[in-house]
C-alpha cells in the first residue's frame, strides 16, 4: 500500500517556483521522506530526502511540516526539463526485511508551460 | 563511475522463451533492486537483494528469479516469458536499504513479449 497522497497533476510556468505537496499522515518517526523524478522514457532520479529538518541541495528544497505528516517539494524556478512525474516515499530508517524498499505510488505529473 | 547499467536496452521475446535481464553497478552498493513499469502506472518491485548472497520477494515477483553472487552483480531472469510481462524494467542500487541513502536507477529495458 502506498503511504503517501500526491495530487495527480499540476501545471507550472516556466521560471516560477512550484510546490509540489506530499501527505502521509500515518508515518513513523523512524520514516524519510524520499522525493525522486522520472523525466520521459528514463528511469527515474533522485532529487531529495529528509527526516524531520527542512532540506536543500542544487536540484530543489524540501519543507517537511512540523508534525511530519506532509512535506513539500518546492522547485524554485522551473524550467521546461523539470516537466516529469514527481514520486514522494517513505523509506524507513534501517536495512533489514521489507520497510526499507522505496514503494512507488502514481506520482504527481508536473507540466511546465513556457 | 559508470552507476547504474542495464543490457540489454530493448528486447522481444516470443511466449515461453526464457532470458536474463543484466544489471550491473560500480558504487560497492549493497543494495539492489528491481522494478517493472507498465504502461501510465508507477513501478512496482519484483526482487531485492541487501547483500550477496541474500535475496528476497518484492510485489511482484511470480514469472522472475533472482541471484546475487557478487555485489556488482544483480540478473533477472524471465523463466518462460508472456505476454503480461511485456514493461520497462528498471535495476537500482543503494549502499544500503536505510533511509537516509538514496537509491539510484539504470536506464532500463523496454521488453516486449509477443
Known amino acids: 500500500d502506498a503511504k503517501t497522497t500526491q495530487p495527480n497533476s499540476m501545471e507550472s510556468n516556466e521560471e516560477e517556483p512550484v510546490h509540489l505537496p506530499c501527505n502521509h499522515s500515518t508515518i513513523s518517526g523512524t520514516d524519510y521522506i524520499h522525493w525522486y523524478r522520472q523525466l520521459p522514457s528514463q528511469g527515474p532520479e533522485y532529487v531529495i530526502h529528509g527526516l524531520t529538518s527542512n532540506v536543500n541541495n542544487r536540484m530543489a528544497s524540501l519543507a517537511i511540516a512540523e508534525d511530519r505528516k506532509s512535506s513539500t517539494l518546492i522547485l524554485h524556478r522551473a524550467t521546461l526539463r523539470d516537466a516529469a512525474v514527481y514520486y514522494c516515499?517513505?523509506?524507513?530508517?534501517?536495512?533489514?526485511?521489507?520497510?526499507?524498499?522505496?514503494?512507488f505510488g502514481k506520482g504527481t505529473k508536473l507540466s511546465v508551460k513556457p | 563511475n559508470a552507476g547504474v547499467t542495464q543490457t540489454p536496452k530493448f528486447q522481444v521475446l516470443k511466449t515461453g522463451q526464457s532470458m536474463t535481464l543484466q544489471c550491473a553497478q560500480d558504487?560497492?552498493?549493497?543494495?539492489m533492486s528491481w522494478y517493472r513499469q507498465d504502461p501510465g502506472m508507477g513501478l512496482r518491485l519484483i526482487h531485492y537483494?541487501?547483500?550477496?548472497?541474500?535475496?528476497d520477494q518484492g510485489e511482484v515477483p511470480n514469472g522472475y528469479n533472482v541471484s546475487r553472487s557478487t555485489t556488482e552483480d544483480f540478473p533477472l531472469r524471465l523463466l518462460s516469458a508472456a505476454p503480461s510481462q511485456t514493461s520497462v524494467y528498471f535495476c537500482?542500487?543503494?549502499?544500503?536499504?536505510?533511509?537516509?541513502?538514496?537509491?539510484?536507477f539504470g536506464p532500463g529495458t523496454r521488453l516486449t513479449v509477443t
Open positions: 516515499i517513505l523509506r524507513y530508517s534501517r536495512s533489514g526485511g521489507s520497510q526499507g524498499n522505496l514503494i
Open positions: 537500482a542500487s543503494s549502499y544500503s536499504q536505510g533511509g537516509v541513502y538514496e537509491q539510484y
Open positions: 558504487m560497492n552498493h549493497e543494495y
Open positions: 537483494s541487501v547483500g550477496a548472497g541474500i535475496t
